[in-house]
């Protein structure tokens, strides 16, 4: 099993930028495609960014240009830099798997762009 714990959220302006951690327990993280999902309220959760056991990357097109992730396995801890950040990326950022598993789910982290 993995369980997953995200970090880094806040409060930012439009035209700011937030570092996502997200710290994953279990003894076989490398093996496993991550992503980062977000839900914003009324809406469907949303997967933001993809990367492989090998390291390729791909981003939705809301994100593409902005968002970078990249992941330590050594730490077995993925990340999500954030840059440019606008209003409509306010939501609840989660981590998982691709495809997700079940039980990994944490909590989130918010992440609110305003001004």
């Known amino acids: 099993q993995v369980q997953l714990v995200e970090s880094g959220g806040g409060l930012v302006q439009p035209g700011g930028s937030l570092r996502l951690s997200c710290a994953a327990s279990g003894s076989i993280f490398s093996i496993y495609s991550m992503g980062w999902y977000r839900q914003a309220p009324g809406k469907q959760r949303e997967l933001v960014a993809v990367?492989?056991?090998?390291?390729?990357?791909n981003y939705a097109d809301s994100v593409k240009g902005r968002f970078t992730i990249s992941r330590d396995n050594a730490k077995n801890t993925v990340y999500l830099q954030m840059n440019s950040l606008k209003p409509e990326d306010t939501a609840v950022y989660y981590c998982n798997a691709v495809p997700s598993l079940r039980g990994a789910w944490g909590q989130g982290t918010q992440v609110a762009v305003s001004s």
């Open positions: 990367i492989t056991s090998g390291g390729s990357t």
